[in-house]
């Protein structure tokens, strides 16, 4: 383990929903499963829409988010959905990577820095898009597989907030690095005032294409502050397209949106 003073190798971290991708990983997926009939997208859209207004307030309840993620997977193999999340990455995720994402991925590896997105979002949903932009490292929400099925509920602690820190000091731990030498190099990337303990606890925290709260704190904090394009990138989402077309209700709390058979 370096000592404290030995020059950290650089790190740079990065968000990954409205970050690296433009867009929701989330609501990509249930606009993809709406558009081919696999579930009811009017049933689904006010939940998704009341989970996205609180987490832009800054009061989501994490554990319940995920568990509505993980609803359309409950009993089914990672085997039996690939053919299906592939055809996702290629068809939503990869149209949706922030036009200035990968030049900015370049651009770090350049100097050497190891690159790691750093998201909430669990991994069945994360992984395809760091496979799109070519990184490895993916530090992220867990959900749990038993028997291997996917159960509904997560693997450990969310990736969220403050978190972020732990998960990241453990990944670090992991390569021989000690978590608040390396922190202090390294950079992280964020559109969201929900990452502010991540972003404070970095040596180089930059506000990407930023909510409001977030460019207001970058702002009197001197923080960088840059645009990947994502925002000119985003499309309106096929899934509230699809949910207006269907018309209907909303799915009460707790009643899942499983894939249809």
């Known amino acids: ?14 968000d990954l929903d409205h970050t690296l991708l433009a867009g929701d990983s989330n609501e990509l997926w249930l606009g993809f499963l709406a558009d081919r009939g696999l579930i009811d997208a009017a049933a689904v859209l006010a939940r998704q829409a009341h989970y996205l207004a609180d987490y832009t307030a800054g009061r989501l309840d994490i554990l319940a988010y995920l ?8 009993g089914r193999s990672l ?5 299906l999340r592939e055809a996702f990455a290629a068809t939503q995720l990869a149209p949706h990577i922030a036009p200035g994402a990968a030049s900015l991925i370049a651009h770090h590896r350049a100097q050497g820095q190891r690159c790691a997105i750093v998201s909430a979002t ?12 070519g990184i490895d490292s993916l530090i992220c929400t867990e959900a749990e597989v038993v028997d291997g099925r996917f159960t509904g509920r997560i693997d450990g602690e969310p990736c969220f907030r ?25 950079g992280f990337y964020s559109d969201s005032a929900n990452d ?6 970095v040596g180089r925290p930059v506000a990407v294409d930023a909510d409001a709260r977030l460019t207001d ?22 899934f509230a397209a699809s949910a207006k077309r269907a018309g209907g209700s909303a799915l009460p709390r707790g009643t899942a949106p499983a894939i249809s058979r």
């Open 1 to 14: 383990m370096p000592s404290p003073e030995t020059p950290s190798p650089s790190i740079a971290l990065f």
């Open 67 to 74: 568990e509505f993620q993980l609803e359309p997977l409950v």
């Open 79 to 83: 085997e039996s959905l690939q053919p």
């Open 122 to 133: 669990h991994r069945f949903l994360a992984e395809p898009s760091a496979r799109l932009l």
């Open 162 to 186: 403050e978190r972020k820190i732990g998960h990241v000091h453990r990944w670090l731990a992991t390569l021989g690095l000690d978590p608040a030498n390396t922190l202090s190099h390294a």
């Open 196 to 201: 502010l303990p991540l972003l404070e606890a």
């Open 217 to 238: 704190v970058a702002r009197e904090r001197g923080w960088p502050q840059l645009s990947l394009g994502g925002e000119a990138a985003s499309t309106p989402s096929s």
